[in-house]
């Protein structure tokens, strides 16, 4: 089996699909890079079990054949090298299923070795949903949620973002327990019931790394709990989390009717200098006519701040407390120069939302308050 390309083309095409192989791997059958010849078409693969990655790439060649290298060795050799011509001849040991991978460049002669495979078999998939947004959609989507997502194993629902798509409007959610973020968009896609996918973060994050323009296909598998991603060359499928998702809907506070207008970045920029001076990381707003005061201790050190920004509030004066990181988070992930910050009471969850004349409700950030001491 011989194959003859460049190191930079052959070198994209592995970048990408072993972001499905573990940083730490504790499975042999996840470290290999699976590699697939056929009619001047090289497909790589390689999967954690959970997530998979496909991307096919042209080569010069006439043969074919299947094979399996271990992805960290192929990886180290890629990032060593510089652009020039390569080409690989595999060579079977006798009576066995091992062989050498022969690496030729114009400067050197590199071998890995490497196992013999039969070719994969495809499992059938019947995708009963599919949904296309450009890349600038998707990615917007992914970042304006993913950073809500939970990190707890305990609660493994929570660890995703849920999809949920009707006629023409994708709902995109999530939430840690302690802040929770819902972003619409609307999408051409024809449904007779609402459809709801939880998609791991890993996958998301993943899929920002390999995403970079033009429209990307997403396909549901729902009787197998599995999405594909499509774009270009490449095909990324993973398992859905099958955990119910926590009714959202009913944590989102109807009745928060104290409206604060502030300026973005002036308030993100005053949240995340006097939130460092909080030893647990608490930050009091008071909130009165005109004015947001700002205010953090840490009495262990003896340190403290304070500042006051201006801001549009006409309802009564109000005392409350968050953790700064979260709502520094929030200010991070919304684009508009002004901010709206729907209060109620200092035990009642704030909205945060982009401040527009026609706010079509496409992004909220809701943030659970903290006790604060007087």
């Known amino acids: 089996m011989k194959f003859s390309t460049s190191i930079k083309h052959f070198q994209d095409a ?3 699909v072993t972001q499905a192989v573990p940083s730490k791997v504790l499975d042999p059958r996840y470290e ?3 590699i697939s010849l056929e009619n001047q078409i090289l497909t790589l693969f390689a999967t954690d079990g959970e997530m998979s990655i496909t991307v096919t790439t042209d080569v ?17 050799f890629l990032r060593s090298m510089y652009e020039t011509g390569v080409s690989f001849e595999v060579e079977r040991q006798q009576l066995s299923d091992q062989g050498i991978v022969n690496i030729a460049t114009d400067k050197g002669h590199y071998k890995i070795p490497c196992t013999f495979e039969s070719k994969a078999e495809k499992h059938d998939r019947t995708y009963d949903v599919e949904v296309e947004l450009s890349a600038e959609d998707l990615l917007g989507i992914i970042h304006k949620t993913i950073f809500a997502c939970s990190v707890d194993g305990m609660r493994p629902a929570m660890m995703g973002v849920l999809f949920e ?5 994708l709902t995109a959610v999530s939430t840690d327990g302690h802040r929770l973020v819902r972003f619409r968009k609307t999408c051409s896609v024809s449904l007779s019931d609402k459809q709801k996918i939880v998609i791991p973060a890993r996958v998301l994050s993943v899929l920002q790394k390999l995403v970079n323009e033009n429209n990307v296909k997403i396909s549901i598998d729902s009787a197998n709990k599995s999405v594909r991603f499509s774009v270009d060359n490449l095909v990324l499928d993973a398992a859905l989390i099958v955990e119910p998702y926590p009714n959202y809907e009913a944590v989102i506070p109807l009745e928060n009717d104290k409206k604060l207008t502030i300026d973005r970045a002036l308030f993100y920029d005053s949240v995340k200098r006097v939130g460092r001076f909080s030893s647990i990381g608490d930050i009091r707003f008071s909130v009165q006519s005109s004015s947001l005061k700002l205010t953090a201790e ?9 500042e006051d920004i201006p801001c549009t509030y006409r309802n009564e004066a109000i005392d409350i407390g968050f953790n700064s990181k979260f709502i520094e988070a929030a200010l991070a992930h919304i684009d508009e120069d002004s901010v709206v910050v729907e209060l109620s009471s200092p035990t009642t969850a704030v909205i945060l939302k982009p401040d527009k004349e026609k706010d079509d409700g496409s ?7 903290v006790r604060i001491n007087n």
């Open 363 to 369: 992004l909220i950030i809701l943030v659970m308050p």
């Open 298 to 306: 840490n009495i262990n050190e003896g340190e403290s701040a304070q």
């Open 32 to 34: 290999n890079l699976h």
């Open 165 to 169: 798509i009707e006629n023409n409007l």
């Open 60 to 76: 010069e060649s006439s043969d074919h054949g299947n094979l399996g290298v271990k992805a960290r060795t192929v990886l180290d």
């Open 14 to 16: 592995v970048n990408k």
